[in-house]
């Protein structure tokens, strides 16, 4: 199942509610020079439709994703260390770690993922985007 997204956009689905993700999608905002990014919060109707669509477990993977058609899901440090890659530098030198195999990038991943909540907080809805930046949001 495809979605719409425009060509040569991607998009980053993030917790609505999680006062870490919605600081990590300002800063991609603020760093995405090449107007690259969409975003939508994970439990919008798209964020749904992905999660549904490639059968992803959302108990075991809840904070991040990146979906692009061509190259489909990508998730927890993978998504990350991918978004950093596409902001440039100094943000590309990120792609280091991927020397580092998946499980150990992850296990960092979800330990601070499963704390998020208590270290950063958590909001009572999803984040509304200011008139300026609607554009870069799908729902």
């Known amino acids: 199942m495809t979605f ?3 060509k040569n956009k991607k998009l980053i689905l993030f917790d609505g509610v ?15 020079k090449n107007n690259l990014f969409l975003f939508a919060p994970l439990q919008s109707n798209i964020g749904q439709s992905i999660i549904e669509s490639h059968n992803i477990d ?3 993977i809840d904070s ?3 979906y692009t ?3 489909g899901i990508s998730y927890k440090s ?12 100094p943000r590309n030198l990120m792609g280091i770690f991927f020397i580092i195999p998946a499980f150990i990038r992850n296990w960092v991943y979800d ?22 930046l609607k554009s870069k949001f799908l729902e």
């Not at 999680?18 to 995405?32: F, G, P, R, T």
């Not at 993978?78 to 530098?89: D, E, P, S």
């Not at 993922?113 to 958590?122: E, H, S, V």
Request: charged share 20%; with cysteine.
């Open 111 to 132: 330990y601070i993922a499963k704390n998020r909540y208590k270290w950063y907080g958590k909001k009572d809805a999803c984040m509304i985007p200011t008139p300026e």
């Open 69 to 71: 058609p061509e190259q």
């Open 64 to 66: 991040i994703l990146l």
């Open 58 to 60: 959302i108990n075991k």
């Open 18 to 32: 999680c006062n870490l993700c919605n600081s990590a999608v300002q800063y991609v905002i603020k760093h995405d």
């Open 78 to 89: 993978t998504a990350a260390l991918k978004i950093a890659h596409y902001l440039g530098f």
């Open 4 to 6: 719409k997204i425009p």
